[in-house]
């Protein structure tokens, strides 16, 4: 049986580092000649009000521009690099712009004549991708002849792990995110999303690990400079290699074990051969979620427990949340700790998701969500409803909800969203191992 090949090197130099993980993962042999390559970097988020910690958040520009050069070298002319950022209106053409331009794409563009697009400008495409699982694919990468897929090394709080698989959710349109997070317990998030690949031409992934993230996917997780690169010709075989090197066997992934099922391969990676670094000397234990704790009014996440919150529960969110509503899910749960003045709030229960149930009994039901108010205007067992029903909920909205329940809701956080993650800066003053220069071309 023919093995795939899974190169992880130590992060050492630009230029050579990336050279030499393609190498000895052998990723580009099957590079057509004068093929379209699509790049998907992972662009999860942006702001243009504030600099905010970029550090295994976002692949950094050094490994693209590496990628790119050693594109060009095989003569390749054809290069798009093509992300889907989340922004919480969906029209919102500028913050994808500003972050492309500040991430050094433009600058890419002017010295190696690669195309940029937002995804959300483009045509999509249906795809089936079996089992009666239909996604909606920008329609470059559908016609690229080769895709590069750059995601970053870390954690994600509903898959676990988000690597080369889970990358390529944001080139589907928001139809389909949102579809991904489906309610469905038999075809989940993880059933989704282990079928992204499936129908796209030949990726080679490269996971930059540069910088990892414990508890991620985004800015508010525990960054570390790891200086870890993976690659391989085989996007499921790079993903069990990451996995495993954020501390997870891949049998502990539920979107990898389906996706190895899916292609009738071993958990085990048995099927796979490591060349350069051996995982087990790299491999770290990282979380992947905040702890939530039971308390005598239901649940609430642990730090607001040990603070001794009481007469609210805010359980734990779901697989059915998307990324849409968890963009308020932090602020929410920040806006409720300051809010907090010893006294007992009247029995209130927060829903958000697809799947949660109303508790029976509970004096006062906030519905976060189009998914939730639909799921229980009707449900006798809400005493009093509060419901906010936009797609994704509006933050004066959530505020007025809040405040309906009897929590005195300030509304400095949601008056500031664009400016909070600034905030998380500070923790990486005066530590030059996170070096904004990985985000700006050379
Ligand atoms: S309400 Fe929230 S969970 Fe429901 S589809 Fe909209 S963003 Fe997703």
């Avoid at 050579?16 to 998907?40: D, N």
């Avoid at 004549?113 to 400008?121: D, R, T, W």
């Avoid at 998030?189 to 282990?194: D, H, K, S, V, Y």
């Avoid at 907090?340 to 697809?354: F, M, S």
Wanted: charged share 25%; proline share 6%; hydrophobic share 40%.
């Amino acid at each position: 049986m023919s093995k795939h090949t899974v190169a992880v090197v130590r992060y050492e130099a630009p230029g050579a580092s990336v050279r030499r993980v393609v190498e000895l993962s052998g990723g580009l042999e099957k590079l057509p000649a004068g093929g379209k390559v699509f790049i998907k970097p992972n662009v999860v988020f942006w702001t243009k009000a504030v600099t905010f910690p970029k550090w295994g958040v976002i692949t950094t520009t050094r490994v693209i521009e590496d990628m790119v050069v050693l594109l060009k070298e095989r003569g390749i002319d054809d290069i798009t690099i093509g992300e889907g950022i989340v922004t919480m209106k969906p029209k919102d053409l500028e913050t994808p712009a500003h972050a492309f331009e500040t991430l050094g794409y433009g600058e890419l563009s002017k010295r190696y004549g690669v195309k940029v697009v937002n995804v959300f400008e483009r045509p999509f495409e249906k795809v089936e991708l079996g089992e009666g699982v239909e996604l909606n694919f920008n329609t470059d990468i559908l016609h690229s002849d080769f895709v590069v897929d750059i995601p970053v090394l870390k954690t994600h709080n509903q898959a676990k792990v988000t690597l080369g698989i889970k990358n390529l959710k944001g080139t589907i349109d928001i139809k389909s995110r949102k579809r991904c997070h489906s309610a469905d317990p038999d075809r989940d998030l993880n059933f989704m999303i282990a079928r992204l690949a499936d129908k796209l031409p030949p990726i080679f992934a490269i996971l930059d690990g540069i910088y990892t993230n414990e508890r991620g996917p985004s800015f508010d997780g525990k960054i570390k400079r790891s200086n870890i690169l993976v690659a391989s010709p085989d996007v499921l075989s790079a993903d069990m290699a990451g996995a495993r090197l954020l501390g997870f066997p891949p049998s502990d992934v539920p979107y990898l074990v389906h996706a190895a099922k899916n292609q009738g391969r071993p958990i085990d990676m048995s099927d796979v051969d490591v060349v350069g670094e051996d995982i087990d000397d790299l491999a770290r234990r990282y979380t992947y979620d905040f702890t939530y704790a039971e308390t005598e009014d239901g649940e609430l996440p642990l730090p607001l427990a040990r603070q001794g919150l009481r007469g609210i529960s805010y359980r734990k969110f779901d697989l059915t949340m998307c990324t849409y509503c968890a963009g308020f899910n932090g602020l929410v749960l920040s806006t409720i700790r300051n809010a907090w003045k010893g006294e007992a709030w009247d029995d209130v229960e927060i829903l958000n998701g697809k799947m949660m149930a109303p508790t029976p009994g509970k004096k006062k039901t906030i519905l976060l969500g189009k998914c939730m108010y639909q799921a229980h205007k009707d449900n006798s067992d809400i005493q009093e409803m509060i419901a906010v029903k936009g797609c994704p909920p509006q933050g004066d909205q959530v505020l007025k909800a809040l405040r309906a329940a009897g929590i005195d809701a300030d509304s400095t956080l949601f008056d500031n969203m664009d400016q909070l993650p600034g905030f998380f800066m500070a923790q990486y003053k005066d530590r030059p191992e996170f070096d904004e220069a990985f985000f700006r071309a050379s």
